[in-house]
């Protein structure tokens, strides 16, 4: 059974930073990818980082490129996102997916697997 579990969500001003966590299991951590979804209230969720570990794939959104990175533990199943110099605009509920056919190509594609979310607010 796939688990994924979110952590690490806060209040924090413009400019700061914060790490999310995701912790995973039930599937096969070191070929499958992992992705981080963002939804702003009243938006459809949005692609934020992607990783792909079978094929060394790591894929940003144009909103967070230079801002934001993806990594990840692989002994202890967990995936992070890092995100410094937050904005306003970076306030959403932060969700952890997966699924055997998700290749990171920032194609909109949905996978099957979502945690139940972080929240995010970046508020001054």
């Known amino acids: 059974q796939v688990q994924l579990v979110e952590s690490g969500g806060g209040l924090v001003q413009p400019g700061e930073f914060l790490t999310l966590s995701c912790a995973a299991s039930?599937?096969?951590?070191?070929?499958?990818?992992i992705e981080w979804f963002r939804r702003a209230p009243g938006k459809e969720p949005e692609e934020v980082a992607c990783f792909y570990p079978h094929d060394d794939v790591t894929w940003y959104a144009d909103s967070v490129k230079g801002r934001f990175a993806i990594s990840r533990d692989t002994p202890m199943r967990t995936v992070y996102l890092q995100m410094a110099s937050l904005k306003t605009e970076d306030t959403g509920v932060y969700y952890c997916?997966?699924?055997?056919?998700?290749?990171?190509?920032?194609?909109?594609?949905?996978?099957?697997?979502w945690g139940q979310g972080t929240q995010v607010t970046v508020s001054s």
């Open positions: 039930g599937f096969n951590f070191g070929n499958d990818a």
């Open positions: 997916t997966t699924d055997r056919y998700l290749r990171c190509r920032g194609d909109r594609y949905r996978p099957d697997y």
